[in-house]
């Protein structure tokens, strides 16, 4: 049978001691002991062994009356030292010393061996009982639960908002890196960062990073200059951290969430494992087995932490810490190749499960679909290339119209992450990605419709010997579109002046009318989109990116050529027919 893992804490965020001192019913006092805002709980234990260690399971308030104490000073005096090394070797995070009826006072070799040993040593009063200690702890651990609940949902919201924009990559690392008050970057298959957000980390994080994210890179080996040397060895145990219970390298079970003890090397892990604090929440019960993740054998102390070889799985994640920073490095998806990678100088309950989420928004929008429709798709990609024409190859790529659309985003170029999210959100892989403008040639059963972020050209659906005809209406439709600052405009498609004449009659009378435009593209273009804008020099300008007068100086050019008063709605209305014949 498989070996199960018994968790070393209970499934809920746990607490810090200071929390529990500030409890003003409770009135309890610490009077020995580190005071460090960090020491945390896991629960509260009630003992008068005069050896706990086999009852702890690590992370405790051990609470004692002080019935185990031995007569006269020597003997308590080394009794209380043994005790406290005990309770220290079991990991006990602190113990409370109860007043009454036993002892008046707390006895003084016990405060010194708490202080000796760096053990919390807090003052239980009177009125103050053990079972009240012990629901102080899980009503604080309630609350921090329901805390992390409601941050974890509103990070899920954040981060799903942001992977709906025009630059989903970029706003999903911010978000991310907003979250967790730390760095996040996305590493490509080939391990070059392709985008970062965040602040700015501390010297040798993104190093660290880029080796990480050979652990988990599914590729089999890693990028150029990117090995990876994890920091020292392992430490002791540390039993605030349920990952490093048994002092070895970060468990296969332990999530990033937990950074263990220091200098702890990278290693593989299994985000929500039965007694993480920091749980998936999304599964519905504590310790359900998270979908990125795959447990395997952690890496060991002062071994390079290098990419697997092929004959062995990549795990889906991976964490290390360097100095105070603490690492994560997640796998998006199973051969996509590309890595997220998070560093923050702190780790709060959710960090993992928020990354997590993250990771998997990440693999949606980078990830590439292999089916039986791309593989009709390399298909007819190979034969066009080799000759073929582009009416024998479409029923590769599906039967019936297509329309073809032009789209820009607001603010910034494109790049290729953000083309493939644009063609998913309009149900269409194939996708072009030409300078600053996508192209993208859809289904004709697949309406386009706006797109937040987007300016958007479509055409009339066409088959395929009229694809070239439908990229140019999609083109007009965009430069139309950016000049009427409209969301999405549609190619016109209802019957014209056009067909009541025949076309080889319109095509002649369009030469005929157009020679002295022959030669001059730049001028035909810039009279059809004057036209087509009622004449308007600003929205003419910002359809072909020129300056108005560079416009005027164009029209007037045009109008100089044809010997045509282009002020005469005749003559627009002419001419405006005879370039749509072009």
Same mark, same amino acid.
């Given at each position: 049978?498989?070996?199960?893992?018994?968790?070393?804490?209970?499934?809920?965020?746990?607490?810090?001691?200071?929390?529990?001192?500030?409890?003003?019913?409770?009135?309890?006092?610490?009077?020995?002991?580190?005071?460090?805002?960090?020491?945390?709980?896991?629960?509260?234990?009630?003992?008068?062994?005069?050896?706990?260690? &086999?009852?702890?399971?690590?992370?405790?308030?051990?609470?004692?009356?002080?019935?185990?104490?031995?007569?006269?000073?020597?003997?308590?005096?080394?009794?209380?030292?043994?005790?406290?090394?005990?309770?220290?070797?079991?990991?006990?995070?602190?113990?409370?010393?109860?007043?009454?009826?036993?002892?008046?006072?707390?006895?003084?070799?016990?405060?010194?061996?708490?202080?000796?040993?760096?053990?919390?040593?807090?003052?239980?009063?009177?009125?103050?009982?053990?079972?009240?200690?012990?629901?102080?702890?899980?009503?604080?651990?309630?609350?921090?639960?329901?805390?992390?609940?409601?941050?974890?949902?509103?990070?899920?919201?954040?981060?799903?908002?942001?992977?709906?924009?025009?630059?989903?990559? &970029?706003?999903?690392?911010?978000?991310?890196?907003?979250?967790?008050?730390?760095?996040?970057?996305?590493?490509?298959?080939?391990?070059?960062?392709?985008?970062?957000?965040?602040?700015?980390?501390?010297?040798?994080?993104?190093?660290?990073?880029?080796?990480?994210?050979?652990?988990?890179?599914?590729?089999?080996?890693?990028?150029?200059?990117?090995?990876?040397?994890?920091?020292?060895?392992?430490?002791?145990?540390?039993?605030?951290?349920?990952?490093?219970?048994?002092?070895?390298?970060?468990?296969?079970?332990?999530?990033?969430?937990?950074?263990?003890?220091?200098?702890?090397?990278?290693?593989?892990?299994?985000?929500?494992? &039965?007694?993480?604090? +920091?749980?998936?929440?999304?599964?519905?019960?504590?310790?359900?087995? +998270?979908?990125?993740?795959?447990?395997?054998?952690?890496?060991?102390?002062?071994?390079?932490?290098?990419?697997?070889?092929?004959?062995?799985?990549? &795990?889906?994640?991976?964490?290390?810490?360097?100095?105070?920073?603490?690492?994560?490095?997640?796998?998006?998806?199973?051969?996509?190749?590309?890595?997220?990678?998070?560093?923050?100088?702190?780790?709060?309950?959710?960090?993992?499960?928020?990354?997590?989420?993250?990771?998997?928004?990440?693999?949606?929008?980078?990830?590439?679909?292999?089916?039986?429709?791309?593989?009709?798709?390399?298909?007819?990609?190979?034969?066009?290339?080799?000759?073929?024409?582009?009416?024998?190859?479409?029923?590769?790529?599906?039967?019936?119209?297509?329309?073809?659309?032009?789209?820009?985003?607001?603010?910034?170029?494109?790049?290729?992450?953000?083309?493939?999210?644009?063609?998913?959100?309009?149900?269409?892989?194939?996708?072009?990605?030409?300078?600053?403008?996508?192209?993208?040639?859809?289904?004709?059963?697949?309406?386009?419709?706006?797109?937040?972020?987007?300016?958007?050209?479509?055409?009339?659906?066409?088959?395929?010997?009229?694809?070239?005809?439908?990229?140019?209406?999609?083109?007009?439709?965009?430069?139309?579109?950016?000049?009427?600052?409209?969301?999405?405009?549609?190619?016109?498609?209802?019957?014209?002046?056009?067909?009541?004449?025949?076309?080889?009659?319109?095509?002649?009378?369009?030469?005929?009318?157009?020679?002295?435009?022959?030669?001059?593209?730049?001028?035909?273009?810039?009279?059809?989109?004057?036209?087509?804008?009622?004449?308007?020099?600003?929205?003419?300008?910002?359809?072909?990116?020129?300056?108005? +007068?560079?416009?005027?100086?164009?029209?007037?050019?045009?109008?100089?050529?044809?010997?045509?008063?282009?002020?005469?709605?005749?003559?627009?209305?002419?001419?405006?027919?005879?370039?749509?014949?072009?």
């Amino acid at each position: 049978m498989p070996e199960t893992f018994a968790p070393a804490v209970p499934p809920t965020p746990p607490v810090p001691l200071s929390a529990l001192l500030a409890r003003e019913d409770l009135a309890l006092r610490q009077i020995a002991g580190p005071s460090d805002p960090d020491i945390v709980i896991h629960w509260a234990h009630t003992s008068e062994m005069a050896d706990p260690y &086999p009852y702890l399971l690590g992370g405790e308030l051990l609470l004692t009356a002080g019935v185990h104490i031995p007569e006269g000073p020597g003997p308590a005096r080394d009794h209380f030292d043994a005790y406290v090394t005990r309770i220290v070797a079991a990991g006990g995070a602190a113990l409370g010393f109860g007043l009454a009826p036993v002892h008046d006072a707390v006895p003084g070799a016990l405060v010194a061996a708490c202080e000796a040993h760096a053990l919390p040593l807090l003052e239980v009063p009177p009125q103050t009982t053990f079972s009240g200690v012990a629901r102080a702890v899980w009503q604080l651990m309630a609350q921090a639960r329901l805390a992390e609940l409601r941050r974890v949902t509103e990070a899920q919201q954040s981060l799903a908002a942001a992977a709906s924009r025009p630059d989903p990559v &970029p706003s999903v690392l911010r978000q991310l890196a907003q979250r967790l008050s730390g760095h996040a970057v996305l590493h490509g298959p080939d391990g070059t960062e392709i985008a970062a957000a965040g602040r700015e980390p501390a010297e040798g994080v993104r190093e660290a990073l880029a080796g990480l994210a050979e652990v988990v890179r599914p590729t089999g080996r890693p990028a150029a200059g990117t090995e990876h040397v994890p920091q020292g060895s392992a430490g002791p145990p540390d039993p605030s951290h349920p990952d490093s219970a048994s002092g070895s390298p970060v468990s296969p079970a332990g999530p990033p969430d937990s950074p263990g003890a220091p200098g702890s090397t990278a290693s593989p892990d299994t985000p929500g494992s &039965p007694g993480s604090p +920091n749980s998936p929440v999304s599964h519905g019960s504590p310790g359900a087995p +998270n979908a990125l993740s795959t447990p395997v054998a952690p890496v060991a102390p002062g071994a390079r932490a290098t990419a697997p070889s092929r004959s062995t799985p990549a &795990p889906a994640s991976a964490s290390d810490t360097l100095g105070g920073t603490h690492l994560a490095a997640y796998a998006l998806g199973a051969e996509g190749g590309f890595v997220l990678g998070v560093a923050s100088t702190r780790r709060e309950p959710g960090d993992h499960t928020i990354a997590s989420v993250a990771a998997v928004l990440l693999s949606l929008l980078t990830g590439e679909h292999h089916s039986g429709a791309g593989a009709a798709r390399s298909s007819a990609l190979v034969r066009l290339l080799l000759g073929a024409a582009p009416e024998a190859v479409a029923p590769l790529l599906g039967e019936g119209r297509w329309v073809v659309v032009h789209a820009r985003p607001e603010g910034q170029p494109p790049d290729a992450v953000a083309a493939s999210a644009l063609g998913a959100a309009l149900g269409s892989p194939l996708v072009d990605l030409d300078r600053d403008v996508v192209r993208v040639l859809v289904p004709g059963e697949r309406e386009p419709y706006p797109q937040p972020g987007w300016t958007l050209g479509v055409s009339a659906a066409a088959g395929p010997p009229e694809w070239p005809a439908a990229d140019t209406q999609a083109a007009r439709a965009l430069a139309r579109a950016r000049a009427t600052r409209t969301a999405l405009v549609r190619h016109g498609a209802r019957p014209g002046l056009e067909d009541l004449v025949p076309p080889a009659d319109a095509e002649a009378h369009a030469r005929a009318l157009l020679a002295p435009l022959t030669d001059r593209a730049a001028l035909a273009d810039t009279l059809r989109t004057w036209l087509s804008l009622h004449g308007s020099w600003d929205r003419t300008a910002v359809a072909l990116e020129v300056h108005r +007068n560079t416009v005027r100086q164009r029209i007037a050019r045009c109008a100089a050529l044809l010997d045509a008063d282009l002020d005469d709605p005749d003559v627009r209305m002419e001419l405006w027919f005879a370039l749509r014949q072009r």
